[in-house]
DNA sequence: ATATTTAAAATATCATATATTATTGCGAAT
DNA sequence: ATTCGCAATAATATATGATATTTTAAATAT
């Protein structure tokens, strides 16, 4: 799932011999609207007002409470009841708590993933991995003009190390769960470029040494630094 | 959250010195959908087709909507686009998947929740088990017609276990998985009655101790047991 | 049998009506 | 003067029914 930064451009797929567009305006609101709460746009408290989203994002009322109870239920939206939608609100504690959950979750499934992982997902392993490495060359030497890209990158790496852990339902929780954590991100304006970096490094090659050890314990190391940088500059 | 098995009829909550009654349409249709999910009125893979849920709930297609987009955030209902929702469907590799997923997420609540709890939580902890052994009791002896409510307090009980957990977040996303995993069991016909028994003992014992290692691990065979009678019975 | 056309059913979206909450203004009491 | 309570009004959220679009199925032709 490319949650975060999924083109809101109509997608093509296969249907028998042709190609259809296909996109509701609802999924395309929701991608919209996750987008601008995760990267700030959208302030943390704000209230979503009806009206004002809808001439925003140009769908109707219906479609936007469709879309903001979904968010709600995704915990990126504060739903009161009769008095509307908010934006999540944010604190050090919740931080807190997501990073935590994200150890939890994503070290349970890298272990799992390592064990389990076969030749393709080593293969998609390498690419993703050479993909950020690629692109957090170029924000160490100062070309910040792809943070968004990068961002991808490092969803994509950190969801293809877990992608051999066999449960969607594990994968699913732990897409959220990154999103959250991401938006405490960008929320600060720094970053730990090199140091993440290094970690990636450190944990690409003890997953294809397949040392479950290694790989877990650099990632909690680079969740609880994030954790902590976030939290310095928040 | 008394998710599972919530009234729904309105509930009075206190504004000033009035009594006031509150609830919309689109939450009691949300707990009415969620329940006849878990508990097996709406079957697995059937289709939720919207005429039909609109005279069975008696709300209109846009609140419908709303309720069935929540839910399928939560994972009760699959959302296809353009062609509507469906019943969740089940299957042996995601009970699987969800029975794990319970244990990574409460036991390692029920450890943070041991070691942070107070006076308090040990009261809530002891009235909690309380009524549960009262309910089990009855059912042992043969008098099943509280078989919701024996599943409020087993409910409550697990939750007031890890209520110390000091995580919002984690607290919310192990109320959707013990839903996810109370549906399984809602699936079969037998239940394992005094065994489960026995181990709510041992665990509230374990935990009124404070005796993390032996209360977790009881957990996790509890999780594990029920998955195997679960899985051996569907 | 397979493909195409047509009809029916269902979904997605919208505009509007109703119910609820929030705001404002005014007068009485402290 | 300031606070409090109350009523009228404005703003907003919730809910509904109607319409447009898309999918499914049924029927016909290749």
Redesign the interface.
């Known amino acids: 799932m490319i949650n975060v930064l999924q083109v809101t451009e109509r997608m093509m797929i296969r249907d028998k011999s042709m190609t259809r567009a ?3 305006v ?2 395309s609101t929701y991608e919209r609207i996750k987008k601008d709460i995760i990267f700030g746009t959208l302030a943390p408290g704000s209230k979503l007002k009806l009206d004002a989203l809808k001439q925003q994002y140009e769908a109707s009322v ?1 479609t936007l ?3 903001l ?7 990126f939206v504060e739903a009161a ?2 008095r509307g939608f908010f934006v999540r609100s944010v604190s050090k504690e ?1 931080l807190t ?2 990073a ?2 994200r150890i ?2 994503e070290c ?1 499934a890298l272990k799992t993933s390592i064990e389990n992982g076969d030749a393709d997902w080593e293969g998609n392993l390498v690419a993703a991995h050479h993909k950020l490495r690629l692109t957090e060359e170029k924000m160490l030497s100062g070309d910040t003009s792809q943070k968004e890209l990068w961002k991808r990158y490092d969803w994509e790496f950190h969801k293809t190390l877990i992608e051999a852990c ?5 994968m ?2 732990h897409a959220i769960i990154y999103d959250k954590y991401l938006r405490y991100q960008m929320l600060v304006i720094t970053d730990r470029g090199e140091a993440a970096a290094k970690e990636h490094k450190q944990m690409f090659d003890a997953a294809l040494v397949r040392d479950v050890d290694a790989a877990t314990k650099v990632l909690e190391v680079h969740i609880r630094k994030g954790l902590e940088h976030t939290l310095a500059n928040m």
Not at 69 to 75: A, K, P, Q, T, V
Not at 166 to 170: F, R
């Open positions: 296909i996109n509701t609802g999924s219906s409470r469709e879309t109870n979904r968010l709600s239920s995704d915990g009841e009769q919740d708590e997501i935590n959950l939890l979750l349970s066999n449960s969607q339902n594990l699913s929780l």
